[in-house]
């Protein structure tokens, strides 16, 4: 987050050779004929005096309200121009989040750094603090660790990205915890803690601490972010189920409707 953050990373690749001009992957444009409803907050759009009050995302084609579309970015990449273009609030904040990813995060993520790795909690046998490289894999969906010097991890020593659930601020080992203590480091230490296991990990300075806990916490939530591909793919289920329960709703009326004209014929 095959999971969901394999399929992301195969939209974004799929992304970046696009020919120009290709607006989305996600789907046609929605005409303003095909309902009333925002495909965001699934309330109903209210008409203006001149207007229909319809808007269309430039980046995922959905049709929204104006709440749900209150930024404009530049969709320059995608082939629309330099100008700022409507968009709706997911798109605007999956598209931040891919500039600064793309430009700061991933490289630095992938280059890595030399840190001091201390056993996690969930780590077994006496287990000493060593220097290890620490990167994202080539394929964007590990975080792993090795040897300075070597270029290849061990299959056991890596984390994948979508079992990650925080980065915390301090280790997760309490031996560990008090080793740092007794050093003065705690406050160079962070936790990249996921469903399985954790990593501990030493930086040089608070400074650089702070640095490595944004890089990896803006990637991981990035990596999390639904794609504008997947997010109006959930949208368009989503209203197809209101439109259900839309029509069962109507149904009931029509025969509650029909039974009180029977009972009010035969009542007579």
């Given at each position: 987050m095959a999971s969901l953050f394999a399929n992301n990373a195969e939209t974004r690749a799929?992304?970046?050779?696009?020919?120009?001009?290709?607006?989305?992957?996600t789907g046609d444009w929605i005409p303003d004929d095909e309902g009333d409803i925002c495909n965001r907050c699934f309330k109903q759009i209210k008409m203006g005096i001149f207007t229909s009050g319809k808007h269309h995302c430039r980046r995922c084609g959905q049709m929204i309200c104006g709440n749900c579309s209150k930024n404009k970015i530049s969709l320059a990449r995608l082939g629309?121009?330099?100008?700022?273009?409507?968009?709706?609030?997911?798109?605007?904040?999956?598209?931040?989040?891919?500039?600064?990813?793309?430009?700061?995060?991933?490289?630095?993520?992938?280059?890595?750094?030399?840190?001091?790795?201390y056993p996690g909690q969930d780590s077994v046998g006496m287990g000493k603090s060593h220097p290890?490289?620490?990167?994202?894999?080539?394929?964007?969906l590990s975080i792993v660790w090795h040897k300075q010097g070597e270029s290849i991890p061990k299959s056991t020593a890596s984390i994948k990205v979508n079992e990650?659930?925080?980065?915390?601020?301090?280790?997760?080992?309490?031996?560990?915890?008090?080793?740092?203590?007794?050093?003065?480091?705690?406050?160079?230490c962070f936790s990249v803690v996921a469903a399985s296991r954790s990593?501990?990990?030493?930086?040089?300075?608070?400074?650089?601490?702070?640095?490595?806990?944004?890089?990896?916490?803006?990637?991981v939530q990035y990596a999390k972010l639904e794609t504008p591909e997947v997010m109006r793919a959930k949208s368009q289920?989503?209203?197809?189920?209101?439109?259900?329960?839309?029509?069962?709703?109507?149904?009931?009326?029509?025969?509650?409707?029909?039974?009180?004209?029977?009972r009010a014929k035969y009542a007579k």
């Open positions: 799929q992304i970046e050779q696009r020919p120009a001009g290709h607006m989305s992957t629309q121009g330099n100008e700022p273009v409507r968009v709706c609030d997911h798109c605007c904040k999956h598209e931040a989040r891919r500039t600064a990813c793309l430009s700061q995060y991933i490289p630095k993520l992938m280059q890595g750094s030399v840190f001091t790795k290890r490289v620490v990167r994202l894999s080539s394929d964007q990650i659930t925080g980065i915390q601020p301090n280790l997760t080992s309490q031996k560990a915890r008090r080793t740092v203590e007794q050093s003065g480091k705690n406050n160079c990593l501990d990990l030493e930086c040089n300075t608070p400074e650089e601490r702070d640095g490595w806990m944004q890089c990896f916490g803006e990637f289920l989503e209203l197809d189920k209101q439109a259900q329960r839309d029509a069962l709703k109507q149904e009931r009326k029509e025969r509650q409707k029909h039974r009180d004209e029977l």
